[in-house]
């Protein structure tokens, strides 16, 4: 008989890099979800801005178990139909004119700055080899994206780290134009900082980035592992803000819950990378195409951007109607469905504690650092579940108040 588990084991067995909630999840339907003692939860986590779709979306099922019963892996020796549809889906779709796949979010912008690298040796010299990055961002766990991300308490007990990175502070062109020059290979940031706060960057930022890069031969890396695939209301971010990178990575939401990560790029800069320059075992395999395509297909139809942009409307007027009695929150900012609540002052650092306070309500959410609350529920998330998740996080926020957490 398999052993009956519980979160107690979590503490036991798991290396303690993470924190989770008490309960475990064992059944989800759309943006619905229920724990080991059959409690529900409205989902507006998302699996962090993963599960675009929702959750065992029939679509997504049929693809994968029609793929799993013809193809899994085969290694990158050998190509396959699935994974090169998605990419001439993503090309049709964006400025990309090639892809590269692989399974994650840091491992899409770890391509990308080895391709920076890479290009500005091939083209310029080894002295062009300066990364420019953003305090508060953040690009991934592997070594070197977390020594572009901009949250020193991630990457410092790491040291040594991967010399030739600045951080300037984002929204502010001034502080990149001091930090960007002929020594520049890449300017790395993202459209909207998620774990940063939920912080869009203005359109005047991110064309100054452009016009800078554009002046140095420096590569504009969009970080949009988090905002891409439809999150912000437009398939990509860099497509609202009507400013073109020259390297795009890709995750979370792209495979809507199976991993898969890509870095798009053009035909120019990415010739620099022959064979044998880069790869990773398991990225671009049959499975994880077979679902991406499918969740491409189904994301990006002006029905599907339609309804974040509505569905944002909808967050943006219910909370701004309970923050009038509740007076918790300074501001309500972000993209499509991509959303954070900034704590009033008094309430500063106290994120964690309302997530909590939501669970017990039967609300699943994110925080963005201390001070933000962040929302990145599925894409075709209903009207009615919008509106039942608000009640729950109201009633969270009074939990909150009435200063209990559980
Ligand atoms: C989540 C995230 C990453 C890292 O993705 P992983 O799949 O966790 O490696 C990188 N950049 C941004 C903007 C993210 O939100």
Not at 102 to 109: L, P, R, T, Y
Request: hydrophobic fraction near 40%; proline fraction near 4%; include cysteine.
């Amino acid at each position: 008989m398999s052993q009956s588990i519980t979160r107690q084991h979590f503490d036991e067995w798991m290396l303690p890099v993470y924190a989770p909630a008490p309960f475990i999840p064992v059944n989800a339907q759309g943006s619905r979800l229920w724990d080991q003692q059959g409690k529900e939860y409205v989902d507006f986590a998302g699996g962090i801005a993963v599960n675009a779709l929702g959750h065992a979306h029939p679509a997504l099922q049929a693809a994968l178990v029609e793929q799993a019963g013809k193809l899994w892996h085969t290694g990158n020796g050998y190509t396959n139909e699935p994974i090169l549809r998605l990419a001439k889906t993503l090309i049709d779709a964006t400025f990309a004119e090639r892809v590269f796949f692989c399974n994650s979010g840091a491992e899409a912008n770890e391509a990308a700055l080895k391709l920076a690298r890479k290009y500005a040796h091939d083209n310029h010299g080894a002295q062009k080899s300066g990364i420019v990055a953003f305090k508060n961002a953040f690009h991934g766990r592997t070594l070197f994206t977390v020594s572009a991300g901009g949250q020193p308490a991630y990457s410092q007990d790491f040291a040594p780290l991967p010399p030739q990175i600045d951080h300037a502070v984002f929204n502010d062109l001034d502080s990149a134009s001091a930090l960007i020059g002929d020594h520049t290979c890449a300017v790395i940031v993202e459209p909207m900082q998620g774990e940063g706060g939920v912080v869009p960057a203005t359109r005047e930022f991110l064309q100054g980035l452009r016009a800078l890069c554009d002046r140095h031969n420096a590569l504009l890396i969009f970080d949009e592992v988090q905002t891409g695939v439809g999150r912000t209301g437009s398939l990509y971010a860099y497509m609202h803000y009507g400013v073109t990178p020259d390297v795009l990575s890709t995750a979370k939401a792209l495979g809507g819950g199976f991993p898969i990560g890509a870095m798009l790029t053009t035909d120019r800069v990415g010739q620099c990378m022959g064979v044998g320059t880069h790869g990773t075992t398991y990225g671009g395999n049959p499975l994880a195409g077979a679902v991406a395509g499918r969740v491409m297909a189904l994301v990006n139809t002006p029905e599907m951007l339609e309804n974040v942009q509505v569905r944002h409307q909808q967050f943006m007027t219910q909370l701004t109607a309970l923050n009038r009695d509740l007076n918790l929150f300074s501001e309500f900012r972000g993209l499509g469905l991509l959303i954070g609540g900034v704590l009033r002052e008094e309430h500063a650092g106290k994120a964690k504690l309302i997530a909590q306070a939501a669970a017990h309500e039967g609300l699943m959410m994110l925080i963005a650092g201390g001070n933000v609350v962040r929302f990145a529920p599925a894409l075709n998330i209903s009207e009615s579940d919008v509106t039942e998740g608000l009640t729950r996080f109201t009633r969270a926020c009074e939990r909150y108040l009435a200063g209990g957490s559980s």
